[in-house]
């Protein structure tokens, strides 16, 4: 009796302390929210996907290549408040929960320890942490690829065959609801390993995930853009036109910080910044030497395939680069990473090797130290550039450009938002008006034009009152007044 009641405390202890897997995710939520604090206004991408549904400003021009997903993951908070702290504590929180369900999902084909340090790799990445709590599809196409790909393996061991299915299923719709294409990438070893091993089962789960996930942007496709066909096209024109790109170059100097390197030019970073990038693959080729050796090879090979594939439009189709862009990679590859480093310090016998622990533990604090000095070096320029949009609102008011009212030309999205106004391009990626709209709209509501410092106005304002502000010209419609209502 007496050794089932220890046993018995023994087992209700074990399950009372948090996992290791926890503790990191806990560690994220406080890095992003107390650490590093997230951008005091919302981007521009953040913009178009909250203002579909929040009441600050018109909706702004959904363009082909994005998704709905976004915007539903913030409608919980952004359909009834404009609070922006709150937006950044909720998609924290959710984001550190998210990546804590993508680590369980492994558990039992991994060791505890290997999966809680995958997740402090990936979680301690600049990019990682600087997009996690932003309304941005990146992060959330990661974690969504973990749990699939952790959910199809465990399939193949034979764990919770249903479960694990549903999972698979879930996961998958959740990718392609945040970018289909994207979501098509990085299940495509799985789509191949599925038919492999003729496991129609799990053939017919992934696609029915897809399927799913993709629906409402495939029929947008045939509603707003003319068919699948050419909202394609029109996503390929907009990212310049995929095709055969390097892009690895352009990868490697936004590894630096910068958000989107469009077009890419200038230096590569210092190689403190890009040495942990050129350590990944050598890494991840010994995490499959010692998967092969302990015999289950499947289970790292999957993910790094899925990270191979996830990562290949960015590197090779694409002629720009964002950071974010390979979120998804970088989640999958941390797996086989974590393990060829534990075995790095531990040997195959389990037997603690110093000399190497303490090389591995230096190297690891000084990548962190990097990832975190450029992560507050991005937060504090990007800071910066919200606050410009903030003031630029701060002066159309002061010109009588107030709601209702448009914006048009350079950077009119972010400006619009700030200021509470509709936006409209007369060219560009984003165009969805006409100089002949613009001017008709001006004879109804305040309009101004923006336009880069020194550049040409936009055709409809070339005769507009134009005003000097620092980065930015702007033209104002005849029609209003400054200081009224317009």
Do not use: K
């Amino acid at each position: 009796m007496a050794d089932s009641a220890s046993a018995t405390r023994a087992t209700a202890l074990r399950l009372a302390r948090p996992s290791a897997a926890a503790l990191v995710a806990c560690a994220f939520t406080l890095v992003q929210l107390v650490l590093l604090p997230p951008p005091t206004g919302l981007g521009w991408d953040e913009i178009v996907y909250v203002s579909q549904i929040g009441d600050h400003a018109p909706a702004a021009f959904f363009s082909a290549p994005r998704a709905r997903g976004v915007t539903l993951l913030v409608a919980p908070v952004a359909s009834w408040s404009s609070s922006l702290p709150l937006l950044r504590v909720y998609l924290a929180v959710l984001a550190a929960l998210a990546l804590y369900l993508g680590l369980r999902v492994w558990r039992g084909l991994f060791p505890e320890r290997v999966l809680a340090t995958a997740g402090a790799l990936f979680a301690s990445l600049w990019v990682t942490l600087f997009y996690g709590p932003q309304a941005m599809p990146n992060y959330w196409v990661a974690v969504g690829a973990l749990v699939c790909a952790g959910c199809v393996l465990r399939i193949r061991a034979g764990h919770a065959g249903r479960a694990a299915l549903w999972g698979v299923a879930g996961s998958a719709a959740f990718m392609a609801l945040m970018r289909p294409t994207d979501a098509v990438w990085a299940t495509l070893p799985l789509l191949v390993l599925a038919l492999a091993v003729r496991r129609p089962r799990l053939l017919a789960a992934l696609l029915a995930g897809l399927a799913a996930g993709a629906a409402e942007w495939v029929i947008e496709a045939y509603v707003s853009y003319g068919g699948l066909a050419e909202r394609l096209a029109e996503a390929s024109r907009i990212q310049g036109g995929l095709g055969r790109n390097l892009a690895v170059a352009d990868q490697l100097r936004g590894l630096a910080g910068r958000t989107l390197c469009r077009p890419c030019t200038g230096d590569l970073p210092n190689p403190l910044i890009t040495a942990w990038w050129f350590a990944l693959p050598l890494l991840a080729a010994s995490g499959v030497l010692v998967a092969v050796r302990a015999r289950r090879a499947e289970r790292t090979l999957v993910p790094l395939a899925c990270a191979l594939t996830a990562a290949f439009p960015y590197l090779f189709m694409i002629g720009y680069a964002a950071p974010r862009f390979l979120l998804p990679a970088y989640a999958l590859i941390a797996i086989p990473v974590a393990d060829a480093l534990w075995h790095l310090v531990r040997g195959a016998r389990g037997t603690w090797r110093p000399a190497v622990a303490v090389l591995v533990a230096l190297g690891l604090a000084g990548h962190l130290a990097v990832q975190l000095a450029v992560a507050r070096h991005v937060a504090e320029r990007t800071a910066d550039d919200r606050r410009d949009w903030a003031r630029t609102a701060d002066r159309l008011h002061a010109l009588g450009v107030r709601p209702p009212c448009l914006l048009t030309g350079f950077e009119a999205i972010p400006i619009a938002y700030y200021t509470g106004c509709a936006s409209g391009n007369t060219r560009g990626h984003n165009a969805n008006t006409t100089d002949a709209a613009v001017l008709d709209t001006a004879r109804r509501i305040p309009v101004a034009a923006l336009s880069p410092p020194g550049g040409d106005p936009p055709r409809h304002a070339r005769t507009w009152t134009p005003h000097r502000l620092p980065g930015l010209d702007l033209y104002v419609a005849p029609e209003v007044r400054e200081g009224g209502d317009g």
